[in-house]
């Protein structure tokens, strides 16, 4: 179990998080995500004790990080996978670990097997790796001192469709197991089908948390896209609607579909697009959370920490 509460980090002017809480439970998958610095790291970080927090407490199996003795036997971290020492080989760095955590060499081979690293790649130095080599040796790394909670900060970047596949079902089966996981991402995709619970951070606050069946039916508006999207939304601007980008060209409306379909018409904006949001998964929602128009931006970004989005 992984819990945070009330956590801050400032650096002088800069506040890289904001009062933030949340807690990950045994035998689920928290996805952790939010846009490039939105903070996951810095809290990652902190809960790691790599950071101290300039307020808060975080603590992983009931103790703060660096209270753990040989912490490598309950918690795998990988935080930076480009960070390993290039002159070592794969199986040099794992051995390494091995014996620091005093776990039996043996588990080194198991490992590198488990992520899929061959023989001849583990013979090869880290520094001629492609980032999704050095991400499955960061999770041999993490998985080697069999752990029960794994702390993974964006280990999916540099995989390939196959190696996100292989990183899911390893995480799936890692929780179903009764392992915790804590993963971020910047990316929705990457996490939504292998996370149970969502965590969602914008600029440092926390936007939104809780199942993902949960999220899912929050009610997110209707997607609009006209064909000249500033007669759009000015259109929407006349009737009093606030609209959000959707990132991808749409509009992202709190109102029904007649509303936005009449405000179009009364203008005389040609609509090719309107539907309901709640159809297209947590995509919307994240970015609607991620793009929050001016009027929304107080209340989504408001650091009240909830089950639910708010
Ligand atoms: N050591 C530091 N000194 C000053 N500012 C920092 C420091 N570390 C992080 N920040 C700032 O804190 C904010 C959050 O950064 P952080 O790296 O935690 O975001 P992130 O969500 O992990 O982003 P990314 O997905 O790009 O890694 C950013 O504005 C970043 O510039």
Same mark, same amino acid.
């Given at each position: 179990?992984?819990?945070? *509460?009330?956590?801050?980090?400032?650096?002088?002017?800069?506040?890289? +998080?904001?009062?933030?809480? #949340?807690?990950?439970?045994?035998?689920?998958?928290?996805?952790?995500?939010?846009?490039?610095?939105?903070?996951?790291?810095?809290?990652?970080?902190?809960?790691?004790?790599?950071? @101290? @927090?300039?307020?808060?407490?975080?603590?992983?199996?009931?103790?703060?990080?660096?209270?753990?003795?040989? @912490?490598? %036997?309950?918690?795998?971290?990988?935080?930076?996978? /480009?960070?390993?020492?290039?002159?070592?080989?794969? %199986? *040099?760095?794992?051995?390494?670990?091995?014996?620091?955590?005093?776990?039996?060499?043996?588990? +080194?081979?198991?490992?590198?097997?488990?992520?899929?690293?061959?023989?001849?790649?583990?013979?090869? %130095?880290?520094?001629?790796?492609?980032?999704?080599?050095?991400?499955?040796?960061?999770?041999?790394?993490?998985?080697?001192?069999?752990?029960?909670?794994?702390?993974?900060?964006?280990?999916?970047?540099?995989?390939?469709?196959?190696?996100?596949?292989?990183?899911?079902?390893?995480?799936?089966? #890692?929780?179903?197991?009764?392992?915790?996981?804590?993963?971020?991402?910047?990316?929705?995709?990457?996490?939504?089908?292998?996370?149970?619970? #969502?965590? +969602?951070? /914008?600029? !440092?606050?926390?936007?939104?948390?809780?199942?993902?069946?949960?999220?899912?039916?929050?009610?997110?508006?209707? +997607?609009?896209?006209?064909?000249?999207?500033?007669?759009?939304?000015?259109?929407?601007?006349?009737?009093?609607?606030?609209?959000?980008?959707?990132?991808?060209?749409?509009?992202?409306?709190?109102?029904?579909?007649?509303?936005?379909? %009449?405000?179009?018409?009364?203008?005389?904006?040609?609509?090719?697009?309107?539907?309901?949001?709640? !159809?297209?998964?947590? *995509?919307?929602? #994240?970015?609607?959370?991620?793009?929050?128009? @001016?009027?929304?931006?107080?209340?989504?970004?408001?650091?009240?920490?909830?089950?639910?989005?708010?």
């Amino acid at each position: 179990m992984i819990s945070v *509460e009330n956590l801050t980090k400032r650096y002088r002017e800069v506040t890289a +998080v904001e009062n933030v809480s #949340f807690r990950c439970e045994p035998g689920t998958v928290t996805g952790f995500l939010g846009p490039n610095g939105a903070g996951k790291s810095t809290t990652m970080r902190m809960i790691c004790g790599l950071t @101290p @927090p300039t307020t808060g407490t975080a603590t992983v199996k009931g103790v703060p990080y660096r209270r753990i003795s040989n @912490p490598g %036997r309950h918690v795998g971290v990988l935080l930076d996978a /480009a960070a390993q020492h290039s002159g070592r080989t794969g %199986r *040099e760095t794992l051995a390494l670990t091995a014996q620091i955590l005093g776990v039996d060499q043996k588990r +080194v081979g198991q490992m590198l097997d488990r992520v899929g690293l061959s023989t001849k790649a583990a013979k090869r %130095r880290v520094g001629g790796y492609s980032l999704g080599m050095r991400q499955r040796l960061g999770i041999a790394q993490a998985l080697l001192g069999d752990p029960s909670v794994l702390i993974l900060d964006e280990p999916a970047n540099g995989l390939d469709p196959e190696g996100i596949h292989w990183m899911r079902s390893m995480l799936r089966d #890692f929780a179903d197991r009764g392992g915790t996981v804590l993963l971020s991402s910047h990316l929705l995709l990457e996490v939504e089908a292998v996370a149970d619970r #969502f965590v +969602v951070i /914008a600029g !440092g606050r926390v936007a939104a948390q809780g199942a993902k069946d949960e999220l899912l039916t929050q009610p997110t508006g209707v +997607v609009v896209r006209a064909l000249d999207g500033a007669a759009l939304q000015s259109a929407l601007a006349q009737a009093g609607l606030s609209a959000r980008p959707d990132g991808q060209g749409a509009f992202v409306v709190d109102a029904p579909a007649e509303a936005v379909g %009449r405000a179009a018409a009364a203008t005389g904006t040609v609509l090719l697009e309107l539907r309901q949001a709640s !159809g297209g998964g947590l *995509e919307e929602l #994240f970015l609607s959370l991620i793009n929050p128009s @001016p009027a929304d931006a107080p209340t989504v970004a408001a650091p009240a920490p909830q089950e639910t989005l708010r």
